[in-house]
């Protein structure tokens, strides 16, 4: 499984990013995709999830009632919604696919099995 996550760039606070993640490859309705973030200095943090079956969705504390995970299934991509942005979500944003991941995993990193390059969100006060 191939993963190329695009749509980073440079914002304002209070301003919003759309993150695309493509998936190529064996995939299957199984899958969980992820979102995770890693600013300097700091643990990969994790951001949210999503089942491609069931769409069921799964936020990060910090981004609850700001950022939306969607899948288009046509398109086989994952999208990272995120609105209200603020200073602290600036960091190397990447996506993840794993096909056993259970719910109450799906915020750990060791349980993904592929990694997209990440892309930069930087944002400005």
């Known amino acids: 499984v191939q993963l190329q996550a695009s749509g980073g760039g440079l914002v304002q606070a209070g301003g919003s990013l759309r993150l695309s993640c493509p998936a190529s490859?064996?995939?299957?309705?199984?899958?969980?995709m992820g979102w995770f973030r890693q600013a300097p200095g700091k643990e990969r943090e994790f951001v949210a999830a999503i089942r491609w079956s069931s769409q069921i969705t799964r936020y990060g504390d910090s981004v609850k009632g700001r950022f939306t995970i969607s899948r288009d299934n046509a398109k086989n991509t994952v999208t990272l919604t995120m609105n209200n942005l603020k200073p602290e979500d600036t960091a190397v944003y990447y996506c993840?696919?794993?096909?056993?991941?259970?719910?109450?995993?799906?915020?750990?990193?060791?349980?993904?099995?592929?990694w997209g390059q990440g892309t930069q969100v930087t944002v400005s006060s």
């Open positions: 490859g064996r995939t299957s309705s199984n899958y969980v």
């Open positions: 993840a696919a794993g096909n056993r991941i259970i719910t109450s995993t799906q915020a750990m990193a060791s349980q993904y099995d592929y």
